[in-house]
């Protein structure tokens, strides 16, 4: 079966087959220079595979349709605000509402043509597509309209990482403008220094910042450190074909020792603090002159062992904290 390519650039292109190019959400994009930030811009292109063309007759979250069918379709690529604390019905979650309303006004009752990438259900079966709609004569491919506007994050899921470079760019554009979620705390970007604080947030998606301190190469996987303590410290684990991802990139992760990274993906606990990479577009390498805006730490609720001995070493006899 052919494939459909999906371009996506800055000016305006032809469409072939149904994929949409989105130039109105990335003409509007603020210059990244005058932002001070690298902003990844939405200028590749990806191959999906066409499918069928439904109605959707609900919305069921801010990534999930309901098809006239009775299927049901994770939007491929975009998650949906969730709240902190995994115990929250997502109706109460105020981000989780908006982003749920911007989905049924964009697509509820309306005909869509679906496209495959890789893996085309989840563990609960429900199908994993790029969703594209018809609105007042245009195409829109949901998913970047949802990451433009700040209703939903960049994510990548097993083996559909199909789009997943420009889909992180359309995040950037959102994020850049402090659009929709990102208006939130519980949103901003993690420092990867707040080792407990990772921790409480196991099994949730995030973005975290900070600086390789080693590179480790074991036999399966090359393991960035971002602290001295190798086993409690957040790390990041690449397998072979991510290193090979990014060295296409031109990057050698092997030289990361140093380097300031914003990495996005779900924190599994390990000895510590883990994000396990399944697609280079989880990494950005930030330049030397660009800083995120990290969101503020949370108070410890108590300190460890380790926390004591560095309150200590800053210190005076008196026990004064020392001038810094």
Not at 26 to 43: F, K, L, Y
Not at 104 to 131: I, P, W
Not at 155 to 182: F, I, K, M, N, P
Request: glycine share 8%; hydrophobic share 40%.
């Amino acid at each position: 079966m052919s494939k459909l390519r999906v371009a996506l650039s800055l000016l305006p292109v032809a469409m072939i087959g149904f994929a949409s190019v989105l130039a109105n959400e990335v003409a509007h994009a603020r210059d990244p220079s005058a932002a001070g930030q690298a902003i990844p811009r939405p200028t590749g292109v990806c191959a999906l595979e066409p499918g069928p063309r439904r109605a959707v007759s609900g919305v069921i979250d801010a990534d999930t349709l309901k098809l006239d069918d009775g299927a049901e379709v994770r939007l491929s690529g975009a998650l949906g605000p969730r709240p902190p604390d995994q115990t929250l019905d997502l109706s109460f979650w105020p981000p989780a509402r908006e982003a749920h309303a911007v989905l049924e006004q964009l697509v509820l009752g309306k005909s869509v043509e679906l496209a495959f990438s890789g893996r085309r259900t989840d563990r609960y079966g429900r199908m994993m597509a790029h969703v594209f709609v018809d609105i007042d004569g245009e195409r829109v491919w949901v998913q970047a309209r949802m990451l433009a506007t700040g209703n939903a994050r960049a994510y990548v899921l097993g083996d559909a990482v199909a789009c997943s470079t420009e889909l992180t760019a359309h995040e950037a554009l959102a994020r850049s403008e402090a659009l929709g979620l990102w208006r939130h705390a519980a949103y901003q970007t993690r420092g990867a220094d707040r080792t407990s604080e990772l921790m409480r947030l196991r099994s949730t998606y995030q973005l975290v910042e900070g600086e390789v301190v080693s590179v480790v190469q074991t036999k399966t996987v090359l393991l960035l450190h971002f602290g001295v303590d190798k086993s409690h410290d957040f790390t990041l684990a690449l397998k072979a074909q991510q290193k090979r991802q990014l060295e296409a990139k031109g990057l050698r992760p092997e030289a990361f020792t140093g380097q300031r990274l914003v990495v996005r993906g779900w924190i599994e606990r390990r000895q510590g603090p883990t994000i396990d990479v399944t697609d280079a577009s989880q990494i950005q390498v930030l330049e030397p002159d660009v800083a995120v805006v990290l969101a503020e730490p949370e108070p410890e609720t108590r300190p460890t062992r380790r926390s004591r001995r560095k309150v200590a070493a800053q210190t005076t006899d008196n026990g004064v904290p020392a001038p810094q």
